[in-house]
């Protein structure tokens, strides 16, 4: 950072407030204690040297509704362990601080799943097998009219025939089950399109019950990590 910008420590300020959880301008301002706009020319700067990046819902223009996250990995996992854990790191007592930040690695690990799965999506295009010919993807969220809440959907894409994908990935130990299929299909059903395709990504496979089911529904796709891997 020293070598890239003359504020290092505002610069570090941003990058923290975002990789501890501040997404929105407004909110990342509040931590740091700054202007909005003196904000935003930090992140402009920091997404041109692609630390940062700027996101909206998929197939949305709406400026606010933006929000910000950390796209460079290293910089997303520094940010959001070492910095607490310093004073044990610099004593060379590794495996105490290991202790501490194993607990977050699995929520750390969503992240960054869900862009290996969007890269694992594009691979499946490139090479003419994906069940839908999506232009771009993305992930996507906002308010379900029908229950006022909040809802997101990891990865969506469409395509200009009316087809749409929609995905699911889950960095966690336990099998996913019927319930995540049926709650994506059930937040698909906010959109309008005549064919639909479901993937569902999972660290760990999946239960009998919710693979019984994707094969009776016949476009769902599940993919474990494992098979990404050997692909």
């Known amino acids: 950072m020293k070598q890239e910008v003359r504020?290092?420590?505002?610069y570090n300020a941003v990058i923290t407030a975002?990789?501890?959880g501040a997404s929105r301008l407004h909110e990342i301002s509040n931590k740091i204690d700054e202007d909005t706009s003196v904000c935003a020319t930090y992140i402009k700067n920091l997404m041109a040297l692609g630390i940062i990046k700027k996101e909206l819902p998929y197939g949305e223009k709406?400026?606010?509704?933006?929000?910000y996250s950390i796209e460079d990995n290293m910089f997303?996992?520094?940010y959001r362990f070492v910095p607490e854990n310093t004073s044990i790191i610099s004593r060379g007592a590794a495996e105490l601080a290991y202790r501490r930040i194993a607990p977050e690695l699995s929520s750390y690990m969503g992240?960054?799943?869900?862009e290996i799965c969007r890269q694992y999506l594009w691979k499946l295009l490139l090479e003419g097998v994906c069940a839908v010919n999506f232009s771009d993807i993305g992930r996507w969220w906002g308010t379900n009219p029908r229950t006022k809440s909040q809802e997101e959907i990891d990865i969506m894409g469409t395509d200009h025939k009316d087809a749409a994908l929609f995905g699911e990935c889950k960095w966690t130990n336990e099998k996913v089950d019927l319930g995540v299929l049926e709650k994506l299909v059930g937040r698909s059903t906010l959109f309008h399109y005549q064919k639909t395709h479901f993937y569902l990504f999972a660290k760990t496979g999946f239960t009998e019950g919710c693979m019984d089911r994707a094969a009776e529904m016949g476009n769902v796709t599940l993919v474990a990590y494992e098979e990404m891997l050997e692909r």
């Open 7 to 10: 504020e290092p420590m505002i």
């Open 18 to 20: 975002i990789a501890t």
């Open 62 to 67: 709406s400026s606010r509704k933006t929000i």
């Open 76 to 78: 997303r996992f520094w």
């Open 111 to 114: 992240g960054v799943f869900e």
